[in-house]
């Protein structure tokens, strides 16, 4: 069970913020080329921070409570996953939240439809 | 450099990048600091997790010193950095034209139960699909 550690948060977070976007009809995971560039731009960044950082000797893993696989950089997997989940899980909070409250968040199309499409 | 500096680094790259470079100005959003309100709780949940059971060790001499938790304060700044600019660039590619329509929001019967619950409004607008 020890070897689970990592990837029982993951899959936590990832159990937590289901219902969003099955109940709340958020579209994040529909909208799978978007959230690819979020990855791109966003996660990507921050992995190679993860990389540097553990060359450098800032932090490192107890690869006991991984699963034991290891991708470049050094990182076990669960660490390359971590920049997949977290930026999704934000991503669709701010989308619940704009669902919910209805409130801007900057991207929303012209008031007369212009814009909008794809 | 030590983790302390790449955070605070980090922190500042975020709000240049927001503010500055994409415009996107999500930090001046309510929508956006309710969202963090939300998200910053789960991740002081799962660093805990991670750094109380020695899932991650860290340097001494890398960190500051003061921790939240087991998690030294710089994974606050780490994340904070990770979250906004996911967000950000969702915001930023969705203005581009890539897959900007929203979803269709909560069902009726889920909008009814959250007006009655949160007594805010769920006033979101329908939106219309291209026809």
């Known amino acids: 069970m020890r070897e689970l550690t990592y990837v029982a948060m993951l899959v936590f977070v990832l159990v937590a913020t289901l219902p969003l976007e099955l109940l709340l009809g958020i579209r994040v995971y529909a909208r799978a080329r978007r959230l690819a560039l979020v990855l791109l731009c966003a996660g990507l960044p921050f992995a190679l921070w993860d990389v540097a950082a553990t060359r450098a000797g800032h932090w490192r893993f107890d690869t006991t409570q991984t699963l034991g696989v290891v991708l470049p950089g050094g990182l076990p997997l669960e660490e390359w996953m971590f920049f997949v989940v977290v930026p999704l899980a934000s991503v669709m909070t701010l989308e619940a939240v704009r669902a919910v409250r209805g409130w801007t968040v900057g991207d929303e199309p012209a008031q007369d439809g212009q814009g909008e499409g794809r | ?131």
């Open chain 2, 1 to 131: 450099m030590t983790y302390t500096a790449a955070a605070l680094l980090g922190v500042a790259v975020t709000v240049v990048l927001d503010l500055v470079v994409l415009r996107t100005r999500l930090l001046t959003r309510k929508a956006f600091w309710a969202s963090y309100a939300i998200v910053v709780v789960f991740q002081l949940l799962t660093n805990e997790w991670l750094t109380s059971r020695g899932v991650v060790l860290y340097d001494e001499a890398a960190i500051w010193g003061p921790r939240i938790g087991h998690a030294p304060v710089e994974d606050l700044l780490f994340g904070f950095g990770l979250v906004v600019q996911s967000m950000v660039w969702w915001v930023w590619w969705g203005r581009r034209g890539v897959q900007p329509v929203p979803g269709p929001g909560p069902s009726p019967a889920l909008r009814r139960l959250a007006g009655r619950l949160g007594g805010g409004r769920v006033t979101r607008p329908a939106t219309r699909r291209p026809s």
